[in-house]
């Protein structure tokens, strides 16, 4: 992680050679102009390119461009891009070696570290995919100054989501970023978001495949994913991956209050500090047995029954199994407007 690293590429990769660029309309711009002469593939912008067409297609760039098993690719964008890209790059030639330059601030904290790569397919969230790490994930958070506001928005409630699993500083720190130190990538900034992709290496490199450990990282996601397959069904209703976490992290929070006795005052300062950054903290007309379905399709729902990750207090978060269908209800009361 470090300012004006987008200009010390490719010799930031070494010793990898990149010989293939995945990026899309909105990052290609960023490119630097050191990695413009290399092949490459760009993808429309937005969660539309998570699909099996694009996918197919970009497999058969790879295939025109005549890479190896050891050709190294570059995935240079959101967690659209590193999500697709990786998983082209685990499937071609059964796997070739890939790195991670995320531009967004989900990307950055979250979507580029840890290997796991998908597309959405038959209407789920990242349902098929795979674990393939990448090389390397180089961070320059000068790159967030050319995010739409909203998507840099979206991007704190990962932030937060992993503050809170660690607690602590990186907890403290989180409380008082705002979105003018982000936008400048000030040492402040900079020092939450390398917080952040530290706490997540670490639970990764404990349990790369997501069994034990690392699934503290799901926290706001069993909600959140489902209320953001939800929404983009409905045209001009979409959430954003982060907006969709922001609505889950208070979810996971009112089910926490009532089935760990987990006081108030967590939902609370969780939703001031969505609200203080711009984030929608509340959502109307959401159908609880239509959110359920969702829940029900989540690959990690195991043996049938609900799995919860539940905030107990900064720096302490507990795994709950085999959760009744009716902590939906209770979870989704924390979006009622006037709660
Ligand atoms: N985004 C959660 C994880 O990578 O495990």
């Known amino acids: 992680v470090a300012t004006g690293l987008l200009a010390r590429l490719p010799a930031a990769l070494a010793p990898a050679t990149p010989a293939f660029v995945v990026a899309d309309e909105n990052t290609l711009p960023l490119l630097p102009p050191a990695l413009a002469h290399l092949p490459r593939h760009v993808l429309p912008p937005g969660e539309a390119s998570k699909s099996w067409a694009e996918l197919e ?13 050891d050709s190294h690719l570059v995935a240079f964008g959101g967690g659209v891009v590193t999500d697709l890209a990786g998983l082209a790059a ?30 959405d397919f038959a209407g789920g969230k990242n349902t098929i995919g795979s674990f393939h790490p990448p090389r390397a994930v180089l961070v320059d958070p000068a790159a967030l100054a050319s ?7 979206a991007g704190l409630a990962e932030v937060l989501k992993t503050a809170l699993i660690a607690g602590g500083e990186l907890y403290a720190r989180t409380l008082e970023l705002d979105l003018p130190a982000l936008v400048r990538a ?14 997540k290496d670490g639970l990764v490199r404990r349990d790369l495949h997501d069994h034990g450990p690392r699934r503290a990282l799901n926290l706001g996601h069993t909600f959140g994913h489902a209320l953001e397959a939800l929404s983009l069904r409905t045209p001009g209703a979409g959430l954003l991956h982060g907006e969709a976490v922001a609505l889950g992290l208070l979810c996971a929070a009112r089910v926490a209050g009532t089935r760990r006795g987990v006081g108030a005052g967590l939902e ?23 959110v359920l379905a969702e829940m029900r399709r989540d690959k990690k729902r195991r043996g049938g029954r609900l799995t919860l990750i539940l905030p107990l207090a900064p720096g302490r978060v507990e795994v709950l199994e085999g ?15 006037g709660c």
């Open 147 to 153: 995010l739409p506001g909203e998507h840099l928005r």
């Open 323 to 337: 959760l009744d269908d009716d902590v939906v209800r209770i979870g989704l009361g924390a979006l009622t407007p």
């Open 57 to 69: 297609r970009l497999l058969l760039a790879l295939d025109a461009a005549g890479l190896d098993r």
């Open 186 to 199: 000030d040492a402040r900034a900079t020092a939450v978001i390398a917080g952040c992709l530290s706490v």
């Open 268 to 290: 609370h300062r969780l939703r001031d500090r969505l609200s203080a950054w711009g984030l929608g903290t509340t959502r109307s007309g959401l159908d609880p047995d239509a």
């Open 90 to 119: 685990s499937l071609h030639r059964r796997g070739i070696p890939w790195s991670a330059v995320p531009t967004s601030l989900v990307g950055q904290v979250d979507a580029a570290c840890g290997g796991k790569t998908a597309i």
